[in-house]
């Protein structure tokens, strides 16, 4: 359950805002359901769970309709994402879509209002006042959040599209965020029901649904680019955002390129690592795997079938057919905003007709502009740019009936784009960033279905292709171009228009068969069926909900893994008499990231409290050198030192250091040292440390991307070159380590033991604390009796600690070496438990029996 003392935390970060209206709660039904005529003893399968969509808008159309109680007639967008991607989900599953009314019927709000779109259309609105959608909407997302996803800084004028972070308009973002997770709550059944998050205008909610729901299944896809992390990084919330997807259970993006910039940000402001297990990329996040997916969404063939098959699309067809005979005939089709390029493609048509005299009056490109998602003066710049370069270029090359550019900015119906579409000879896209761009899918399918409009010629097309629009590594047989260089679009351009018709179906015939077989149905069911899979353990888990604002996330445990509190080992450690402490240093007793590295005096006084007692043997066990760990612990009389991994220990200061017999030669160092040394000189900050027993190369101080990838790099050349060497190779906690065969710190947790045993002082009480791979091996020392050679007391009582919830062979964990110390000080402020003396009792009788 989420803990108490985080209850509303999240409504502080909208506390700037005005409060959202609190119309009175619908009624609704947590599960719908409809009555089946089967009888209560039916043995029919249990229906799948629901699945829940939310997105910022329904997928709606609101028409004017002065009849209807709402004045508006309601019907499906069939166009929306969100609602192609049923097609996708089992036919038997319950859908909810939640977002808000369409903007023509913003107002239109109330509850008979909502029971309607509930009843009618499996839709939920959630209502937004004007002022606050339009700062959230048109403030924050689409100029300020949207601009930088696509790589523009707000260094420049907002007249440009990009405004400065506003911290009141990330207010207001948070806050429909907000009432977005109140209408959730309201429906939500978070044990059964699948939530489908869309797009950045959601990116904080899945931070609040975690919060309310611990256990919710959750995923998100990002619709949008996801910048690299030196852009990401420049937003002033950047935390908040990245902890936001981390609240996710399964998070989808359309390329590996996108995924790849989310990982980074995630490494570099975070610190959180990912692993590539069957397929799948998993980053641990508290002891939750959040699934990275990689998959770009496809298009409704059917609905497209459906447009092909309107006689109103015949006619269209016809018409264009009549319109541009004897033209070579290119198509482009983009919203207006400022990265689609639509100058910078009127240009490079010019450049194509200054080059290619041949093609005046025969090479026609038209340009369907479709409507601006968002209103300012950057919408305005790029129709007045783009109407006067077309301008231009016509009065220049253009001649009584024949206009090279054709602007098309009003409206355009979906059968007359479709017949443009199947006229063309040429798809150009040249968007200088862009999410996913379904143009060119579109265009293939409608090249190859020009058949049900009378067009029986074998099917061919040729896409120019921006290399920056997420559909690009999926179409591998397109003209792929850098739209910046206007000479290259041009060239591109002719090289389509001469490309033999062989060629042209090749290529056609390779992205009809990828765009057909990888439809939005096979995206929204792969995305559904990996969401499944990456919620299937949230019932095997503890859940625990942590943090404030949105720096709140959940904790998940195993069902046996728990917090190691005072109370529960000061009751044992008093009853034992024989006790072996064994504590890690770095990352355990000392913070990782400290950069003095010398105990302070509270850990000097509470190791020398612990030692104090004759029934404690306390043990420092690291892989640092012995000579550094004896200058730090000199104070510490009574203290064991394990050092370099157990190849020297010694059991107080003054005792001897015993060296392990089972590595004597170190030949092998001679190999190795010349190859750290190639990755040293080749990685700015990494650095070599040398032991007498082994050697070790650091990459802490190194970028985080580039060391993590010359360590695996290290790691595989050492495994080479001392493949016939008594060595092992390991990577720790930003290192590569070299050392001897044998020589572990498990090893020496097994010596130390058989050392008391021996004594007969065979340990009754045994704490283990550790925190990085290293520390396993004593962990499994300890707890897995059948592979230890060395067998503690059935009676014993054994506590394995690992530093931070992750996965561990650890039984217990603590949060941090904080938590560590205070621990310590627990067991060494507990006396231990003496047996109390025999009472006398003396009885007298009076009388006799």
């Known amino acids: 359950m989420p803990s108490l003392s985080c209850h509303n935390l999240l409504d502080l970060a909208a506390a700037d805002e005005a409060p959202l209206p609190s119309p009175t709660p619908l009624r609704l039904p947590r599960v719908m359901s409809v009555a089946s005529p089967a009888s209560p003893t039916s043995s029919s399968p249990p229906a799948p769970p629901r699945r829940v969509i939310v997105s910022h808008r329904l997928p709606l159309r609101a028409a004017p309709d002065q009849a209807s109680p709402f004045g508006f007639a309601f019907s499906v967008d069939s166009g929306t994402v969100a609602y192609q991607l049923r097609s996708g989900l089992p036919a038997n599953a319950p859908v909810l879509h939640i977002g808000t009314l369409p903007a023509a019927a913003a107002e239109a709000a109330s509850d008979e209002l909502s029971n309607y779109l509930l009843a009618n259309f499996s839709c939920l609105p959630v209502y937004l006042p004007s002022d606050l959608h339009h700062r959230f909407y048109h403030g924050f997302c689409k100029h300020y959040l949207w601009p930088l996803l696509h790589y523009l800084l707000p260094l420049t004028p907002s007249s440009l599209g990009g405004l400065p972070f506003q911290r009141a308009l990330y207010h207001s973002f948070l806050s429909a965020n907000r009432a977005f997770a109140d209408r959730l709550t309201e429906v939500l059944t978070p044990d059964e029901d699948l939530v489908w998050i869309h797009d950045y205008h959601l990116l904080a909610l899945p931070t609040f649904l975690r919060k309310r729901f611990p256990r919710a299944k959750v995923g998100f896809f990002l619709h949008s680019p996801f910048p690299s992390s030196e852009i990401f990084r420049t937003i002033p919330v950047r935390d908040d955002l990245v902890r936001a997807l981390l609240n996710a259970d399964l998070v989808g993006f359309h390329t590996f390129d996108y995924a790849r910039h989310f990982l980074s940000a995630c490494s570099r402001l975070l610190g959180l690592d990912y692993q590539s297990k069957r397929g799948y990329i998993g980053i641990e996040y508290y002891g939750r795997t959040v699934t990275v997916k990689i998959l770009p969404v496809g298009i409704d063939m059917g609905q497209l079938r459906s447009v092909v098959s309107a006689p109103e699309t015949g006619d269209a067809v016809r018409r264009v057919a009549e319109a541009y005979k004897g033209r070579r005939l290119m198509i482009g089709v983009d919203d207006v905003d400022l990265f689609k390029g639509i100058g910078l493609k009127f240009l490079a048509m010019e450049q194509l007709l200054v080059e290619h005299p041949e093609l005046r009056g025969r090479a026609v490109l038209v340009q369907i502009a479709n409507p601006a998602r968002s209103e300012g003066r950057d919408v305005q710049g790029v129709q007045d740019e783009a109407r006067a370069i077309s301008a231009r270029v016509n009065a220049r090359f253009g001649t009584p009936g024949y206009t090279p550019i054709v602007l098309l900015d009003g409206p355009v119906t979906p059968q007359e784009k479709a017949a443009y579409y199947a006229a063309a000879e040429c798809c150009v896209v040249s968007a200088v960033r862009d999410g996913l761009n379904r143009i060119p899918y579109i265009y293939t399918v409608l090249r190859q279905e020009s058949d049900a409009l009378g067009d029986d010629t074998p099917k061919r097309s040729v896409i120019v292709l921006s290399e920056f629009v997420g559909c690009s590594p999926s179409l591998s047989g397109a003209i792929r171009v850098n739209p910046w260089s206007v000479e290259s679009v041009a060239e591109a351009m002719n090289a389509a228009l001469r490309m033999p018709e062989a060629e042209q179906r090749l290529r056609h015939e390779k992205h009809y068969k990828y765009v057909s077989t990888h439809d939005v149905a096979y995206w929204a069911k792969s995305f559904d069926q990996d969401l499944q899979r990456a919620c299937k353990d949230h019932f095997s888990r503890r859940h625990w909900g942590i943090g404030f604002g949105m720096s709140f996330k959940v904790v998940a445990l195993g069902p046996n893994f728990r917090r190691l509190s005072v109370e529960h080992i000061v009751p044992p450690f008093r009853r034992t008499e024989n006790r072996l402490i064994l504590l890690d240093y770095d990352g355990t007793v000392m913070p990782e990231n400290s950069i003095d590295k010398t105990p302070s005096s509270e850990v ?100 985080p991307d580039f060391g993590s990838c010359q360590a695996k790099e290290l790691l595989d050349h050492l495994e080479n070159v001392l493949a016939n060497e008594p060595v092992v190779v390991k990577r720790g906690q930003q290192i590569v380590e070299v050392n001897p065969q044998g020589i572990s710190k498990g090893v020496v947790v097994e010596s130390l033991l058989s050392s008391m045993v021996k004594t007969g002082k065979a340990p009754d009480f045994v704490l283990c604390i550790g925190d990085d791979r290293s520390d396993e091996d004593m962990f499994e020392s300890i707890v897995c009796p059948s592979n230890a050679s060395v067998k503690l007391p059935a009676t014993s009582e054994v506590f394995a600690c690992t530093v931070g919830k992750k996965p561990s062979m650890a039984k217990y964990y603590l949060d941090d070496t904080v938590d560590v110390i205070k621990m310590l000080e627990g067991l060494a402020n507990a006396p231990s438990q003496r047996p109390r003396p025999a009472v006398q009792l003396r009885v007298s009788f009076e009388g006799s029996l």
Not at 606 to 619: G, Q, S, T
Not at 648 to 656: E, K, L, V
Not at 660 to 674: H, Y
């Open 604 to 703: 000097i006084s509470v190791l020398n409290r612990l030692c104090e007692d004759p029934k404690n043997r306390v043990f420092i066990v690291s892989g640092r050198g012995k000579d550094e760990l004896s200058k730090w612990f000199a104070p510490c009389e009574k203290l064991g030192i394990a050092a370099e991994h157990g190849y020297f220990t010694r059991w107080s200061r003054d005792a001897p250091w015993e060296t392990s017999v089972l590595a004597a030669d170190f030949d092998w160092k001679k190999t190795a040292e010349p190859v750290m040394q190639l990755y040293t000189e080749a990685t700015d900050g990494s650095y070599i440390e040398h032991k007498e027993s082994a050697i070790v190369w650091h990459h802490q101080e190194a970028d």
